[in-house]
């Protein structure tokens, strides 16, 4: 009986309290699309793998990918000028350096993803995106949106992941 539309009174209200229900708020809606805003592209009947059309809408969501960490590389160092003091508290000083630790391993990450965006650019201008580098299939087109940086197909990227495992393990 567990109706989240009971009718019954329960024992507040029938004191005459006033009956108070928590709204179901709404969780924000996450994109479909992760971090990157775009609009997923919409494939054509017999329309041509990597055509002109598709390699300027993966052109663009690299760039705007690119612009965005860039962005947060130059928040990054304004934070970092902004919070940094010298604190008399040994405990404060350590919190301070653990989160600009955290910061710059952060934007470290982000600057080897800055990387493959380049590379992944450079593969758009020499007409190379959207294969794979191990066997030469088709990446797709959902895949690429899903990790615009893939240079693996779905069969030899789980087969490297297999292979990484077996190494590891």
Same mark, same amino acid.
């Given at each position: ?6 009718? @019954?009174?329960?024992?507040? %209200? ?9 709204? *179901?708020? *709404? ?6 699309? &992760? ?6 592209? #919409? ?19 690299? /760039? ?31 919190? /301070?350096? %653990?989160?600009?630790?955290? %910061? ?10 800055? *990387? #493959?965006?380049?590379?992944?650019? @450079?593969?758009?201008?020499? /007409?190379?995106? &959207?294969?794979?580098?191990?066997? &030469? ?7 690429? %949106? ?10 030899? *990227? ?12």
């Amino acid at each position: 009986m567990a109706n989240s539309t009971r009718t @019954d009174k329960t024992a507040t %209200e029938k004191k005459g309290a006033p009956l108070v229900r928590a709204s *179901k708020a *709404k969780a924000p809606r996450k994109s479909v699309n &992760g971090p990157l805003q775009f609009t997923p592209y #919409k494939l054509k009947k017999s329309e041509e793998y990597m055509n002109a059309e598709q390699l300027a809408h993966f052109r663009k969501i690299l /760039q705007d990918w690119q612009k965005e960490l860039g962005e947060e590389v130059d928040r990054t160092v304004h934070h970092m000028q902004d919070e940094a003091a010298i604190f008399p508290d040994p405990l404060d000083r350590a919190a /301070q350096e %653990e989160e600009f630790t955290l %910061e710059l391993r952060t934007r470290d990450r982000e600057r080897k993803l800055v *990387k #493959k965006i380049e590379e992944s650019l @450079d593969m758009i201008d020499n /007409q190379e995106y &959207g294969y794979c580098e191990a066997c &030469g299939a088709e990446i797709g087109i959902r895949r690429l %949106e899903a990790r615009p940086t893939a240079v693996l197909c779905i069969d030899c *990227k789980t087969i490297d992941e297999i292979r990484e495992k077996q190494e590891i393990g």
